[in-house]
């Protein structure tokens, strides 16, 4: 079983659908919970970056994480064509200095205009 | 600066050849990591650097690889012999004592 377990979709939405996407973990030492959106043929960028449990809000993207329940998840409201695109969730045991992060396989999302 | 530079950013080579990848961080960055993604997967960490020390590297960095960082500055990752199974995206990624990685575009190697 993986550390990190994501849905490879893809998923397919209209323009300006909300868009929920999804990530169990087993490490229960995982503290730190990133989202990246990764282009095709290019580099992840990171979106969000959250520590333990909560909420966390930026525009249009709201990052939850429930460590209870080792599910973290990424909401996407208003969802445009740009947003196209594959969504990597991370994680860590450890933050500020030294971060050896485990990645989710991805989430392919297309927002059809 | 304008972000993490990986160069090159296509190598096709034939099995057996050895190849080597360059990458220039961030410069206030001195924590700098190299991983591997292949396709339909998310990255997997190879190895990490604080300044010019290699402090860890993965069991998938076999004795073929080799990773350095002279002088805490760029790093070279140098794939000896090979293999087809060595086909992927070499990603190369800078942080500063803080958190959140910061990516590079990667080298998107083909091994013929």
């Known amino acids: 079983q993986k550390e990190v377990e994501q849905d490879p979709g893809p998923l397919s939405v209209p323009e300006g659908a909300i868009v929920s996407l999804n990530c169990t973990y087993s490490n229960s030492a995982f503290q730190y919970f990133m989202w990246y959106r990764q282009y095709s043929r290019k580099g992840p960028e990171l979106l969000m970056y959250?520590?333990?449990?909560g909420n966390k809000e930026d525009g249009r993207f709201t990052a939850q994480v429930d460590k209870s329940s080792k599910y973290i998840s990424l909401f996407i409201r208003d969802s445009q064509p740009s947003d196209s695109a594959t969504y990597l969730c991370a994680m860590s045991a450890r933050g500020g200095g030294y971060q050896k992060v485990t990645f989710g396989t991805g989430t392919k999302l297309q927002v059809i205009p | 600066d304008t972000g993490v530079s990986q160069d090159p950013r296509h190598k096709i080579t034939k099995r057996g050849q050895n190849v080597t990848f360059r990458c220039d961080p961030i410069s206030e960055h001195n924590r700098l990591y190299w991983y591997r993604q292949t396709l339909g997967q998310g990255p997997e960490f190879l190895t990490y650097?604080?300044?010019?020390?290699?402090?860890?590297k993965s069991r998938l960095l076999s004795d073929r690889f080799s990773a350095e960082r002279p002088k805490g500055s760029f790093s070279t990752l140098e794939i000896q012999r090979t293999e087809q199974g060595d086909s992927a995206m070499y990603l190369c990624?800078?942080?500063?004592?803080?958190?959140?990685?910061?990516f590079g575009s990667g080298t998107r190697l083909t091994v013929v």
């Open positions: 959250t520590y333990s449990s």
């Open positions: 990624a800078s942080s500063p004592q803080g958190n959140g990685y910061t």
């Open positions: 650097f604080q300044n010019e020390a290699q402090l860890e």
